[in-house]
Protein backbone atom coordinates (compact mmCIF):
# COMPACT_ATOMS: atom_id res chain seq x y z
CA UNK A 1 0.00 0.00 0.00
CA UNK A 2 1.50 3.11 -1.06
CA UNK A 3 -0.13 6.99 0.10
CA UNK A 4 0.69 9.87 -1.45
CA UNK A 5 -0.27 13.24 0.10
CA UNK A 6 -0.36 16.35 -1.44
CA UNK A 7 -2.01 19.93 -1.10
CA UNK A 8 0.86 21.79 0.88
CA UNK A 9 2.32 24.97 0.85
CA UNK A 10 3.35 28.53 1.77
CA UNK A 11 0.23 30.42 3.71
CA UNK A 12 -0.26 33.44 5.14
CA UNK A 13 -1.61 33.36 8.87
CA UNK A 14 -5.43 33.14 8.65
CA UNK A 15 -5.38 31.32 5.53
CA UNK A 16 -6.72 28.04 4.03
CA UNK A 17 -5.10 24.69 2.81
CA UNK A 18 -6.26 21.58 1.81
CA UNK A 19 -4.56 18.40 2.11
CA UNK A 20 -5.11 15.23 0.49
CA UNK A 21 -3.57 11.59 0.63
CA UNK A 22 -5.00 8.56 -1.19
CA UNK A 23 -3.97 5.00 -0.64
CA UNK A 24 -3.02 2.79 -3.65
CA UNK A 25 -1.79 -0.61 -4.49
CA UNK A 26 -3.25 -4.34 -2.99
CA UNK A 27 -5.79 -2.56 -0.74
CA UNK A 28 -8.71 -5.06 0.92
CA UNK A 29 -10.21 -3.10 3.42
CA UNK A 30 -8.91 0.31 5.00
CA UNK A 31 -10.13 1.13 8.59
CA UNK A 32 -9.01 4.49 10.18
CA UNK A 33 -7.43 7.19 8.26
CA UNK A 34 -5.82 10.28 9.74
CA UNK A 35 -3.26 13.13 9.75
CA UNK A 36 -0.31 13.71 11.88
CA UNK A 37 2.56 16.71 12.24
CA UNK A 38 5.69 17.13 12.98
CA UNK A 39 7.03 20.12 13.59
CA UNK A 40 10.95 20.92 13.74
CA UNK A 41 12.35 19.75 17.07
CA UNK A 42 8.99 18.39 18.23
CA UNK A 43 7.86 15.04 17.99
CA UNK A 44 4.81 14.00 15.61
CA UNK A 45 1.68 14.33 17.02
CA UNK A 46 -1.89 13.47 16.06
CA UNK A 47 -4.28 16.20 14.09
CA UNK A 48 -7.31 14.42 13.38
CA UNK A 49 -8.58 10.89 12.65
CA UNK A 50 -11.25 9.45 11.02
CA UNK A 51 -12.97 5.79 11.13
CA UNK A 52 -14.18 3.99 7.76
CA UNK A 53 -17.72 5.12 9.44
CA UNK A 54 -16.98 8.65 10.04
CA UNK A 55 -16.70 9.15 13.28
CA UNK A 56 -13.43 12.04 13.89
CA UNK A 57 -10.84 13.12 16.33
CA UNK A 58 -9.06 16.03 16.83
CA UNK A 59 -6.70 17.51 18.73
CA UNK A 60 -7.25 20.21 21.05
CA UNK A 61 -5.24 22.62 18.94
CA UNK A 62 -6.95 22.26 15.92
CA UNK A 63 -10.74 21.95 16.94
CA UNK A 64 -13.02 24.11 15.19
CA UNK A 65 -10.22 24.89 12.67
CA UNK A 66 -9.69 22.26 10.93
CA UNK A 67 -11.63 18.86 9.60
CA UNK A 68 -11.06 15.74 8.23
CA UNK A 69 -12.66 13.67 5.58
CA UNK A 70 -12.56 10.66 3.30
CA UNK A 71 -13.57 9.68 0.33
CA UNK A 72 -14.03 5.52 0.90
CA UNK A 73 -14.58 4.84 -2.99
CA UNK A 74 -11.14 6.21 -3.71
CA UNK A 75 -9.67 5.57 -0.57
CA UNK A 76 -8.83 9.01 -0.02
CA UNK A 77 -8.59 11.36 3.15
CA UNK A 78 -8.46 15.32 3.28
CA UNK A 79 -7.60 17.87 5.87
CA UNK A 80 -8.98 20.88 5.11
CA UNK A 81 -7.35 23.75 7.32
CA UNK A 82 -8.91 26.85 8.11
CA UNK A 83 -7.80 30.01 10.20
CA UNK A 84 -4.22 28.81 9.60
CA UNK A 85 -1.52 29.95 12.43
CA UNK A 86 2.10 29.88 12.40
CA UNK A 87 2.27 27.34 14.90
CA UNK A 88 0.52 25.06 12.42
CA UNK A 89 4.11 25.04 10.44
CA UNK A 90 4.89 21.33 10.70
CA UNK A 91 5.28 18.38 8.03
CA UNK A 92 2.26 16.63 7.97
CA UNK A 93 1.80 12.77 7.39
CA UNK A 94 -1.28 11.12 6.53
CA UNK A 95 -1.21 7.41 7.59
CA UNK A 96 -4.17 4.47 6.92
CA UNK A 97 -4.46 1.05 8.50
CA UNK A 98 -5.20 -1.36 5.96
CA UNK A 99 -5.86 -4.77 5.94
CA UNK A 100 -3.08 -7.55 4.84
CA UNK A 101 -4.37 -10.81 4.02
CA UNK A 102 -0.92 -12.28 4.44
CA UNK A 103 -0.64 -11.24 8.53
CA UNK A 104 -4.26 -11.16 8.68
CA UNK A 105 -4.52 -7.73 10.44
CA UNK A 106 -4.63 -4.23 10.24
CA UNK A 107 -1.61 -2.70 9.31
CA UNK A 108 -0.09 1.13 9.44
CA UNK A 109 1.09 2.84 6.47
CA UNK A 110 2.45 6.48 6.06
CA UNK A 111 2.86 8.91 3.21
CA UNK A 112 6.22 10.87 2.56
CA UNK A 113 4.72 13.81 4.12
CA UNK A 114 3.77 17.51 2.70
CA UNK A 115 5.08 20.88 3.87
CA UNK A 116 3.20 23.49 5.44
CA UNK A 117 4.66 26.81 5.89
CA UNK A 118 2.25 29.56 8.04
CA UNK A 119 3.69 32.67 8.01
CA UNK A 120 2.77 35.96 9.99
Known amino acids: VQLQASGGGLVQAGGSLRLSCAAS????????MGWYRQAPGKERELVAG???????NYADSVKGRFTISRDNAKNTVFLQMNSLKPEDTAVYYC???????????????WGQGTQVTVSS
Open 95 to 109: NADSWVAASRRFETY
Open 50 to 56: ITSGGVT
Open 25 to 32: GSIFSING
